[in-house]
């Protein structure tokens, strides 16, 4: 590839000099996002309730040598307190936030008859409420970072399960994943007069801590992956190209979006109607 092409690219899906806060981002998408996002020049914050996993996986990050960087500390969003420590960490490290990424979320499982009302408040606490309050406290620092050309970014973690009428057990965590879809568009109307974009991504399966139960086994990818009208799961690409799409120059008139990285599963049904008359 020529210099043009490469100063062009650079210039359209960089990130350089950018400071981000991924939440969850020690393991599965939030790691394949931050990872990303120092691979093309940003300044990461990983932050999530097991410091001692985001400061090894920031490490990890920085081993690969990438222009950007990363950093790892604990940070919880599941309770108002939480909230509050994390925004005073952040707020000690950096004076301005370029790109926030709500990747922090916890599911519960259970059959229908057993599902307990104890798993609605945890998981919308989380996925939820914290999310929101996080997003509210953080205004501030993105506004310092926020131009009529290059917006700050908001990119919050929905689910294919959150687009479809489908749980498999995990009704709270649907049901949360709707809910941040539908917030994304009330904050990407809230927010962009204050040259704030936000987006959710909404993915189909991706190994991480939280489908370890499905995903763990090659046999169990394979079998998921023919699930998938594209044939397999996810991979830290689809994620990365995603990411550097909405933080980057190339993403700066995007806000409001669901963007499904699910290969195809948000279009797949099985109705038929006429189609066997």
Not at 38 to 54: F, H, M, N, P, T
Not at 188 to 199: F, G, K, Q
Not at 260 to 273: A, C, E, K, Y
């Amino acid at each position: 590839m020529s210099e043009l092409s490469d100063g062009y690219l650079g210039s359209l899906f960089g990130v350089s000099g950018k400071t981000a806060l991924v939440t969850g981002g020690a393991t599965g998408i939030g790691r394949m996002i931050a990872t990303a996002l120092v691979q093309a020049g940003a300044r990461v914050l990983i932050a999530s309730r097991k410091g001692e996993d985001c400061v090894r996986v920031a490490e990890e990050i920085n081993a690969l040598s990438a222009p950007g960087k990363a950093e790892g500390f604990a940070g919880d969003v599941g309770t108002a307190d939480g909230v509050v420590a994390l925004v005073q960490e952040v707020q000690a490290r950096i004076d301005k936030l370029h790109i926030l990424v709500n990747n922090a979320g916890v599911s519960w499982g259970a059959p229908y008859e057993e599902f307990p009302h104890a798993a609605w408040s945890k998981v919308m606490s989380v996925n939820v409420a914290g999310l929101f309050t996080l997003t509210r406290d953080l205004t501030p620092l993105l506004l310092k970072a926020a131009s009529d050309a290059d917006p700050a970014r908001i990119i919050n973690l929905g689910s294919v399960m959150g687009t479809q009428p489908a749980a498999d057990g995990a009704y709270s965590y649907s049901a949360s994943k709707a809910a941040v879809h539908h917030l994304t568009r009330i904050l990407a109307e809230e927010l962009a007069s204050r040259r704030i974009t936000v987006n959710a991504f909404a993915p189909g399966p991706f190994q991480s801590r939280m489908t370890a139960f499905a995903t763990a086994k090659d046999e169990q990818v394979e079998r998921v992956g023919a699930g998938v009208p594209l044939g397999r799961i996810g991979a830290p690409d689809d994620v990365a190209g995603a990411t550097l799409y909405l933080c980057s120059r190339a993403g700066s008139y995007i806000t409001g979006a669901i963007l499904p990285i699910d290969g195809g599963l948000s279009v797949q049904h099985d109705i038929r109607l006429f189609k066997d008359a």
